[in-house]
């Protein structure tokens, strides 16, 4: 049951949310479906008594397959922008590694909704998404999530968690080190979304799609710790021969691999240009500094990840 109080025009929701369906979450039976506390005290994965309890879940995905991502439950607070994680660890704890394998921005997890569908907690969401394993990263176990920062209502971040298995020919560390860190915000980090809007990640990778549905007003988060720098890579020398054998992947088949020394990857200045931009365009301003166009106006110029380059220019697609 839903129970909406206006404060002066403000919206408080107290209802049920929604429940991550594929992948299967971790403990089941004792997964609500409330946001991560305002606080992140219990991030990563709603931190409780019996998380990480299996009931019969098992994820199991190739490396370089697409896979299904659906919920339980009808209060989408109008959709939103979600991401797909994961980390090597079974149990993950606040100091994990997360790094993002998919993003949606906008339209997740419903499309064209202006608020809610409805106040049924154990009805099925009936849209469907998808997200990419990459081909080239390690096989193993560990744990996969998905985050989801709502629309309409109050500041928050979801976070669902379920056990991980990776199968294939394994793939390079440094490659899973090169994926772009979890967006987190809204959990007490200096990091917040924008209501009434879709955020826009800050690093949203490789493989991203953006879906409208009711609105087409795409905002970037606020606050010092949204638009963190990916984790320095060690120093190291990167070949060919670190990628596995194989046909290559949507992913791969967008980077040109060089043999290329290692540095950490650091925001840099640039004569980047001040217009007014196209949202969601990428500007290349050499093969190897490129910025985004979120809220109207560009990025920070940003190093690309090692032995990835990209052609000068103003497109939709930075690999173009």
């Not at 089941?28 to 606080?39: I, K």
């Not at 979304?193 to 799609?209: I, K, L, S």
Request: with cysteine; net charge negative.
């Amino acid at each position: 049951m839903k129970t909406v109080v206006s404060l002066g025009g403000f919206i408080a929701f107290v209802e049920a949310h929604m429940i991550m369906n594929a992948p299967v979450p971790y403990g089941r039976s004792s997964l609500n479906n409330s946001p991560l506390f305002s606080d992140g005290s219990d991030f990563p994965c709603k931190q409780r008594p019996g998380l990480y309890a299996l009931e019969g879940a098992s994820n199991t995905y190739a490396l370089g397959s697409v896979n299904p991502l659906n919920f339980i439950g009808t209060a989408v607070h109008g959709g939103g922008s979600c991401q797909v994680s994961i980390t090597y660890d079974k149990e993950p704890t606040e100091n994990s590694v997360w790094k993002v394998i998919t993003s949606i921005e906008g339209g997740c997890p419903a499309q064209g909704q202006t608020i809610n569908m409805g106040e049924d907690a154990s009805a099925p969401n009936p849209y469907q998404y998808e997200f990419s394993i990459p081909s080239n990263i390690p096989t193993g176990k560990g744990t996969i999530a998905w985050t989801w920062f709502n629309k309409v209502g109050n500041r928050e971040m979801y976070m669902n968690c379920g056990p991980l298995t990776l199968t294939g020919t394994s793939g390079s560390q440094r490659n899973f080190d090169r994926l772009p860190d979890m967006f987190r915000a809204n959990i007490g980090n200096d990091c917040y979304v924008p209501e009434n809007a879709d955020v826009a990640f800050p690093h949203p990778g490789e493989y991203v799609t953006r879906l409208n549905g009711a609105t087409n007003a795409f905002q970037a988060p606020t606050g010092l710790a949204c638009d963190s720098v990916a984790s320095p890579i060690p120093t190291s020398t990167f070949t060919d021969s670190d990628q596995p054998s194989g046909t290559l992947t949507f992913s791969e088949r967008r980077m040109q691999m060089n043999t290329h020394t290692s540095e950490a990857i650091e925001p840099i200045q640039s004569d980047a240009i001040e217009s007014v931009c196209t949202e969601g365009y990428w500007n290349c301003i050499d093969p190897v500094t490129f910025q985004r166009c979120v809220g109207g106006t560009w990025s920070v110029p940003q190093k690309l990840a090692l032995g990835v380059f990209c052609s000068p220019g103003i497109s939709s697609e930075l690999w173009a």
